[in-house]
């Protein structure tokens, strides 16, 4: 521990080169094929195109509304998910979560 410790926070004696080893033994989250995509704003046809992927007639708790509800009102509803979707991606975090 006190070498990663040392590794990370004391940059006078290491250099990049050693703290890039490092690096190279973590997962990838994002592999650079992907870059370009992860900054692209959610779409009101992406949404939709999930909603309709999920399995119908089912909600995630018994008092929430399902899949259907959401895709019969999407004229209405849509542009908030957007929001609430494009939101959670820019923070990192999901609301209600």
């Known amino acids: 521990m006190d070498y990663f410790s040392s ?5 006078g004696k290491n ?3 050693s703290q890039m080893k ?7 989250f994002f592999y650079e094929e992907d870059s370009g995509t992860i900054f692209v704003l959610i779409s009101m046809k992406e949404i939709e195109m999930t909603l309709k992927s999920f399995a119908q007639s089912k909600s995630p708790r018994p008092d929430d509304w399902s899949v259907e509800f959401f895709l019969h ?3 209405i509803f849509g542009l908030v998910l957007v929001e609430m979707v494009e ?4 923070s990192g975090e999901i609301c209600g979560a």
């Open 7 to 11: 590794l990370f926070t004391n940059f």
């Open 15 to 17: 250099h990049v080169g």
């Open 22 to 28: 490092v690096i190279k033994n973590y997962p990838r």
């Open 73 to 75: 009102f999407f004229d």
């Open 87 to 90: 939101e959670s991606r820019l």
